[in-house]
């Protein structure tokens, strides 16, 4: 896997050591969330790859991203089974499913504005040098390597020590992808991480999507665009009001089906023609 | 300096044909960007200001050694709770309760030293211990009701001033002070660590070389560097090498800047925000340690007003009220302007009771410019 890694001049923080294609690294069965009174997941079952790329659909509300946020440690499921390789997982937190290799852009990004880009980058995960009591953070060296990740994606950063509240939405949320793909040592969670991106910038996550895939990590991808999930998935769940409508190959769905499924089923097609075609 | 591997090393750095890249827009970020940058640069104007204001009005002894470092004593005081009180509010929490613990420390410290005859290092750290049980309640009610730490702390301002009350009048039978702490801790080894001056043979040297005055009866019209200087001083020092260069230092902003956001990239926020209350209900405890030595007594109105006076010196310092940004540095200027207003009245022809407008007029401005300093830096709008 290394050697591919290197050619395609990915640089991560940790050298993954990750099973073989088509293990399964996340299994859930019958997850609930419930918040309250509030269903967010009303039984849940999918399973995450490793070297394939799970495509979560759906509508707005239909619980993507509680469902990420559960498998990032952010919420602990109500009910239901969550296997870490075969295993029993109980996160206590974000950390536990960072411990677990899991990297996730949430879909709020998790940055702080009043933060540099660089501290931003290397928040909760600031490597250090020096013996206790004297750790340190050598941020000259982060702020290089902020900096080429940035380039990577195709933001030129003018200043790593520049508050991450100065940049534009898209910048932003290039800097949470870039950390997630900088971290994510077996699997990589995006939530909507296009929606406020250029088209060079938008590309350029696809073929990171491609690029991470190839290196043997799973990926979880949520997005409103069926010709991105389809570009880019092997794999397609659908969510609709907090439950699964299905899982998909992709030789087994097109791209209509497909979109057609992620509007709850929904007459598309009439609405589609009241647009004359555009939707 | 090996690269710690539980934290994975930084790719693209270790080998050496790996050359540092750098966008040319850079280097562009001039001097005056990276200075406007810094949270502390209201302070140090502050201080230039005060300062020019004083060359003026003030009487020349002012502006001696002996001057300075009577100066210095009581911005020390304060400035030591002062720097834990902005890495606490970096941290996006209040603590209103450390005047009270001023008093409450020094309830306490007496108690172990007078009443249960401890050894004074004994006393002292059974005494930080108590306050860092007291910080940490602070802490545990503020995450277990989620209540904002302004009104949880103002309940234990009134707490700790009534238990110190209290707990005086049992002590000493009916008195609100207690005295004897010169004598009981006159032959510990540890007391000049506590008490005193520092560098006494240096200034005693200078005085020979001519360099410093000398009193009618031959001693340096300064004795040495008040310890609570030094202490000030090495506490400033590394509550900003903390801040700057260390992971909880990052940890500490993220945690004031967004809670939420940084729980979700693995900071342990709550953990964090328990440290600092701990952190600042010690400096407090220990600031009440050191003035308790410094007086040979303890009082039950030890540290009135304090806790405001160091949230105005955080403030004036850089540091936001709603978290996030800040500086130890700068915490460490406001006190100074403090010590010089309050003690540099006195050396002028007006009335010292101009010290409170003083304050009050610092404080609006220090909150005015920061307000404007945070939307540059930020690009807010
Ligand atoms: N913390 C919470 N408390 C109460 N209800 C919540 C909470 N989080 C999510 N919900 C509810 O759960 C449902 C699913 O929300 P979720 O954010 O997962 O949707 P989504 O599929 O990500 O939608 P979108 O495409 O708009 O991002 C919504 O109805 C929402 O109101
Ligand atoms: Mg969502």
């Given at each position: 896997?290394n050697?591919?890694a ?10 993954p050591t ?36 799970l495509?979560?659909l ?13 498998l ?9 089974a969550?296997m ?7 996160f206590?937190?974000?950390?536990d ?17 009043l933060?540099?880009?660089t501290?931003?980058?290397f ?7 020096g ?8 941020y000259t060296a982060c ?7 940035m380039?990577k994606?195709?933001?030129d ?8 509240g ?7 949320q ?5 950390r ?5 040592a077996?699997?990589l ?5 296009t929606s406020a991106?250029?088209?060079?910038q938008t590309?350029m ?12 990590l ?6 409103h ?5 389809y ?6 769940t659908?969510?609709?009001r ?28 009439s609405?589609?023609?009241?647009l004359g075609?555009?939707? | 300096?090996s ?9 693209g750095?270790?080998?050496?044909e ?6 040319e ?8 960007v ?18 020019i ?30 720097v834990?009180v902005?890495?606490?509010?970096i941290?996006?929490?209040?603590d209103l ?21 401890f050894?004074?290092?004994i006393?002292?750290?059974a005494t930080?211990v ?16 989620r209540l904002p ?5 103002l309940a234990?301002?009134?707490?700790l001033?009534?238990?110190?009350l ?10 609100t002070?207690?005295?004897g702490f010169?004598e009981?801790?006159a032959?510990?080894?540890?007391t000049p660590?506590?008490?005193?001056f ?8 200078l005085a ?6 000398l ?7 300064a ?11 090495f506490?400033?020092a590394?509550a900003?090498w903390?801040?700057?260069k ?10 004031g800047?967004?809670?939420?956001a940084?729980?979700?990239s693995?900071?342990p ?23 308790v ?6 009082d ?16 004036i ?5 709603t978290?996030g ?10 006190s100074?302007i403090?010590?010089i207003?309050?003690i540099g009245?006195?050396?002028t ?10 304050l ?16 540059k830096v930020?690009g807010?709008r």
């Amino acid at each position: 896997m290394n050697h591919i890694a290197n050619s395609m001049g990915m640089h991560r923080a940790h050298e993954p050591t990750l099973p073989a294609r088509g293990t399964p690294i996340i299994e859930i069965t019958d997850l609930r969330k419930e918040f309250g009174q509030v269903i967010a997941l009303a039984g849940v079952s999918l399973t995450v790859r490793a070297g394939e790329v799970l495509c979560l659909l759906g509508d707005n509300g239909a619980g993507k991203s509680t469902l990420i946020k559960t498998l990032s440690g952010v919420h602990a499921p109500t009910t239901g089974a969550f296997m870490v390789d075969g295993e029993p997982a109980r996160f206590r937190g974000p950390r536990d499913a960072q411990n677990a290799g899991i990297a996730t852009v949430f879909q709020d990004l998790a940055m702080i504005p009043l933060m540099s880009i660089t501290r931003n980058f290397f928040m909760g995960r600031e490597p250090t040098k020096g013996m206790f009591p004297f750790r340190w953070v050598d941020y000259t060296a982060c702020s290089t390597v902020t900096h080429d990740q940035m380039k990577k994606i195709g933001i030129d950063v003018r200043d790593p020590d520049q508050a991450v509240g100065t940049l534009s939405g898209g910048e932003r949320q290039c800097v949470a992808i870039a950390r997630a793909v900088y971290f994510g040592a077996r699997v990589l969670i995006l939530d909507e991480p296009t929606s406020a991106l250029g088209v060079a910038q938008t590309s350029m996550v696809l073929k990171y999507i491609s690029q991470v895939r190839a290196e043997g990590l799973a990926v979880i991808f949520i997005t409103h665009n069926v010709r991105h999930a389809y570009a880019v998935g092997d794999a397609f769940t659908v969510l609709n009001r907090g439950k699964t409508l299905g899982t998909f190959r992709k030789n087994e769905i097109d791209m209509e089906q497909l979109q057609t499924l992620m509007a709850g089923g929904r007459e598309m097609q009439s609405l589609s023609d009241e647009l004359g075609g555009m939707v | 300096m090996s690269i710690d591997t539980t934290s994975g090393p930084l790719p693209g750095r270790s080998s050496p044909e790996s050359p540092v890249s750098r966008d040319e827009r850079l280097q562009t970020t001039g001097f005056l960007v990276r200075l406007m940058r810094r949270p502390e640069l209201g302070a140090i104007g502050g201080l230039i200001i005060v300062g020019i204001f004083f060359l003026f009005t003030a009487n020349s002894a002012m502006f001696t050694l002996n001057g300075g470092l009577t100066i210095m004593n009581p911005s020390a005081q304060l400035g030591i709770m002062a720097v834990a009180v902005s890495l606490l509010m970096i941290g996006g929490e209040f603590d209103l309760s450390i005047g009270s613990m001023v008093a409450f420390a020094g309830l306490v410290f007496g108690i172990f030293l007078l009443e249960w005859h401890f050894p004074l290092i004994i006393a002292v750290a059974a005494t930080l211990v108590v306050a860092a049980l007291v910080g940490a309640i602070n802490g545990a009610v503020v995450q277990a009701t989620r209540l904002p730490s302004f009104i949880v702390t103002l309940a234990f301002f009134f707490i700790l001033r009534g238990l110190s009350l209290v707990g005086l009048k049992i002590v000493t039978g009916g008195t609100t002070q207690l005295r004897g702490f010169t004598e009981a801790t006159a032959d510990s080894v540890f007391t000049p660590l506590f008490s005193g001056f520092a560098f006494s043979g240096l200034f005693r040297r200078l005085a020979d070389l001519g360099l410093i005055e000398l009193l009618p009866d031959g001693t340096p019209a300064a004795p040495g560097i008040p310890i609570a200087v030094v202490w000030f001083v090495f506490f400033t020092a590394l509550a900003t090498w903390c801040l700057l260069k260390t992971k909880v230092g990052n940890w500490i902003f993220a945690s004031g800047g967004d809670a939420r956001a940084a729980r979700n990239s693995g900071v342990p926020v709550d953990r964090v925000k328990m440290g600092l209350f701990i952190l600042t209900a010690c400096s407090a405890a220990f600031v009440g340690i050191l003035t308790v030595m410094d007086a040979g007594s303890t009082d039950a109105m030890r540290g009135l007003q304090k806790e405001f006076q160091a949230v105005i010196a955080a403030v004036i310092g850089g540091c936001l009220l709603t978290g996030g940004y800040g500086s130890a540095l700068g915490a460490f200027f406001g006190s100074i302007i403090f010590g010089i207003v309050s003690i540099g009245l006195s050396y002028t022809t007006f009335d010292s009771d101009w010290f409170q407008v003083f304050l009050g007029v610092m404080l609006l401005i220090a909150v005015i410019f920061n307000n404007h300093l945070r939307r540059k830096v930020t690009g807010e709008r």
